[in-house]
T-cell receptor
């Protein structure tokens, strides 16, 4: 285990549903990230939180809404998604200010029907 | 525009041979480069980091080189094993900025 836990592992939702993805890290890191991974594409950075503050939003549609209540937890709230939003959503954490690796969770495989 | 290129075709290699993967980049000035392994349906797992002033790094059967003139990194798996079959991602990073930029990954299939 990497120390980063994501739930659920799989999610199927309709386009009118509202759901949330959860990420928890037990590594004491101060930076957390959401990435989207679609087939045949590189990982796309969606959101970055440093010390619970959002520092980056890479032009992500408003139907994705992140929340970081503390430095150990990160949520991604989903509503009125489109089928093209189906992908693997990965959470990661690292120590901001240091050169080091990112620790990834196992991901949530999201299917929008 | 910025690009990180990894071979889109899977590398099929006989067990025991050395697998070599390439990561080329344009319009980046990375301070370091990382390699990750990703298995199907799972998150990437960190393998190695090499800084801009380092030419080579080794870890067990893995070796990474970094040539900032050629803007290229090579990733070698020596004495490859079927368990090494996975997708390998390169990622670039800059000092003071933990935003990693990833390549698409290159799949390796080790044939017993």
């Amino acid at each position: 285990e990497t120390g980063v836990t994501q739930t659920p592992r799989h999610l199927v939702m309709g386009m009118t549903n509202k759901k949330s993805l959860k990420c928890e890290q037990h590594l004491g890191h101060n930076a957390m990230y959401w990435y989207k991974q679609s087939a045949k594409k590189p990982l796309e950075l969606m959101f970055v939180y440093n010390f619970k503050e959002q520092t980056e939003n890479n032009s992500v549609p408003s139907r994705f809404s992140p929340e970081c209540p503390n430095s150990s937890h990160l949520f991604l709230h989903l509503h009125t998604l489109q089928p093209e939003d189906s992908a693997l959503y990965l959470c990661a954490s690292s120590q901001e200010g240091e050169v080091g690796e990112a620790f990834f969770g196992q991901g949530t495989r999201l299917t929008v029907v | 525009s910025q690009k990180i290129e990894q071979n889109s075709e899977a590398l099929n290699i006989q067990e025991g041979k050395t697998a070599t993967l390439t990561c080329n980049y344009t319009n980046y000035s990375p301070a370091y480069l990382q390699w990750y392994r990703q298995d199907p349906g799972r998150g990437p797992v960190f393998l190695l980091l090499i800084r801009e002033n380092e030419k080579e790094k080794r870890k067990e059967r893995l070796k990474v080189t970094f040539d900032t003139t050629l803007k290229q990194s090579l990733f070698h798996i020596t004495a490859s094993q079927p368990a090494d079959s996975a997708t390998y991602l390169c990622a670039l990073g800059e000092y003071g900025n933990n935003r990693l930029a990833f390549g698409k990954g290159n799949q390796v299939v080790v044939i017993p």
